[in-house]
């Protein structure tokens, strides 16, 4: 696969969006930044090193493969059917909360790194990785 750059419009409220890039290279590293909010979110697949700004942390195998799958698909809501099959190789859905524990976790690695990217849950469709939007209030505050 050749590196390749998308351009996204991601809205969290109705009338404002966040552009977002994103890319791949054949190195195994896929990155977003978010043009606005001064912020890069890097993951290294061959190690499964995430990578935000200048901070960085080491992921487990199953994580990373989660992560990589929301970080491909950035801005498409993705069903719990096409993760289970995608990074659990299951074409059924076993009945546990998995993904649940996974996406915890992230959301807890994401948090840390104080990256400016939240793991959405859509109610009976499914989870979405999208970009943070800017909160005036907190930059008044500050």
Same mark, same amino acid.
């Given at each position: 696969?050749?590196?390749?750059?998308?351009?996204?419009? &991601? $809205?969290?409220?109705? $009338?404002?969006?966040?552009e977002q890039r994103f890319w791949y290279s054949e190195? $195994?590293?896929i990155k977003i930044s978010a043009v606005g909010l001064d912020a890069t979110l890097i993951l290294d697949t061959r190690v499964n090193l995430l990578r935000?700004?200048?901070?960085?942390?080491?992921?487990?195998?199953?994580?990373a493969r989660l992560l990589a799958l929301l970080l491909l698909n950035q $801005?498409?809501?993705?069903?719990?059917?096409?993760i289970f099959s995608e990074v659990w190789g299951y074409q059924f859905n076993p009945g546990t909360k998995i993904i649940d524990v996974q996406i915890c976790y992230l959301r807890k690695i994401l948090h840390t790194l104080?990256?400016?990217?939240?793991?959405?849950?859509?109610?009976?469709?499914?989870?979405?990785?999208?970009?943070?939007?800017? &909160?005036?209030?907190c930059h008044s505050l500050s």
């Open positions: 696969m050749s590196r390749s750059e998308v351009v996204a419009q &991601c $809205g969290r409220r109705a $009338g404002s969006s966040i190195a $195994g590293q935000v700004n200048e901070r960085c942390l080491l992921l487990q195998a199953t994580p $801005g498409t809501v993705m069903s719990r059917k096409t104080q990256a400016p990217f939240e793991i959405k849950t859509f109610r009976r469709q499914g989870l979405r990785l999208q970009a943070l939007e800017q &909160c005036s209030t």
